[in-house]
C-alpha cells in the first residue's frame, strides 16, 4: 500500500493493480508529483529528497488510516521517492479507488494535502544558484486546514 | 539515555546527524531543546522553536510534551516533500 523507494514507478501499472480484482470500485482518482523545473524564484536542475526512514512510513501510514475512517474508499497506493532526481522525474504517487469519485477525488486530495505537511521529507535542489533547500510554503499549511 | 536525530538543513547547520543525551527523569520537548540551544550560539539559532518540528518516537509532537528514557527524539525543519 505505501512505499519509500528510490527507483522510479510506472502509473499504468500502478493503474492496473488499482483495478484489478476490484469490481465494487467505479471511480479512480491518481495524482502524480513531478520535478519542475523552477521554484522559489529559482531555475531548477533537479533535486535531492532526504527523508526520516521509518517515521515516514509510519507516517504515511496514519494519513491513509484517516483517509479510510473519513471516505468510504476502496484501494490506496501511495508511493513516495528519495534520493537525487531529475526534472520531470516522477517524485509522489497516490491512486485512491471507491465506488464514486467524489470519495475517491477527496481522499486523494487529503493524501496529498497531509503528506506535504506531516510527512518527513525534504527536498534540496539543485539550482543555478548552488543546493537550496526548499522552504516550507504557506499554502501547504493552508491546503491542510481546509479539512478541519 | 535518549537518542537526538536531525534532519536536512538543520542537520547541516548543527553538523550533527545524531547524538545521545543520558536523562535522569522524564523531561519535556521544551527542555531537552534549551539544553541543546546552550551548546553554542549556532545551536540556539538553529533550534529556535517556530522553526523547528519534534518527533518523539517517529510521531509529530508539540514542545509540551514528554520524553522518556529509552526515546527516539528527532528535530527537524518543516517538511516538504511531496
Not at chain 1, 77 to 89: F, K, M, P, Y
Not at chain 1, 122 to 148: C, F, I, L, Q, Y
Request: aromatic share 8%.
Amino acid at each position: 500500500m505505501i512505499s519509500v523507494q528510490e527507483k522510479d514507478f510506472d502509473v499504468s501499472a500502478e493503474y492496473q493493480a488499482l483495478i484489478q480484482n476490484n469490481t465494487t470500485d467505479g471511480a479512480v482518482v491518481m495524482f502524480t508529483g513531478l520535478v519542475r523545473d523552477f521554484n522559489q524564484g529559482n531555475v531548477v536542475h533537479g533535486l535531492s529528497l532526504e527523508h526520516y526512514p521509518g517515521m515516514t512510513e509510519k507516517a504515511l501510514l496514519e494519513i491513509v488510516s484517516d483517509a479510510k475512517q473519513r471516505w468510504s474508499i476502496g484501494k490506496v497506493r501511495v508511493i513516495h521517492r528519495v534520493g537525487d532526481l531529475n526534472l520531470a522525474d516522477q517524485i509522489v504517487f497516490v491512486g485512491v479507488t471507491s465506488k464514486h469519485r467524489e470519495d475517491a477525488f477527496d481522499a486523494a486530495m487529503y493524501i496529498m494535502d497531509f503528506l506535504k505537511n506531516r510527512a518527513p521529507f525534504w527536498k534540496k535542489e539543485r539550482t543555478t544558484k548552488g543546493e537550496v533547500w526548499v522552504e516550507a510554503n504557506e499554502k501547504d499549511s493552508v491546503s491542510m486546514k481546509k479539512w478541519g | 539515555m535518549i537518542k537526538v536525530k536531525f534532519f536536512a538543513q538543520l542537520r547541516e547547520r548543527l553538523n550533527c546527524s545524531e547524538l545521545n543525551v543520558d536523562l535522569n527523569s522524564s523531561v519535556t520537548v521544551d527542555w531537552l531543546v534549551k539544553q541543546l540551544s546552550e551548546t553554542d550560539q549556532n545551536w540556539a539559532d538553529s533550534l529556535k522553536k517556530d522553526t523547528v518540528l519534534v518527533a518523539v518516537n517517529q510521531t509529530l509532537c508539540g514542545f509540551n510534551d514528554q520524553i522518556n528514557d529509552g526515546d527516539e527524539v528527532a528535530l527537524f525543519p518543516p517538511v516538504t516533500g511531496g
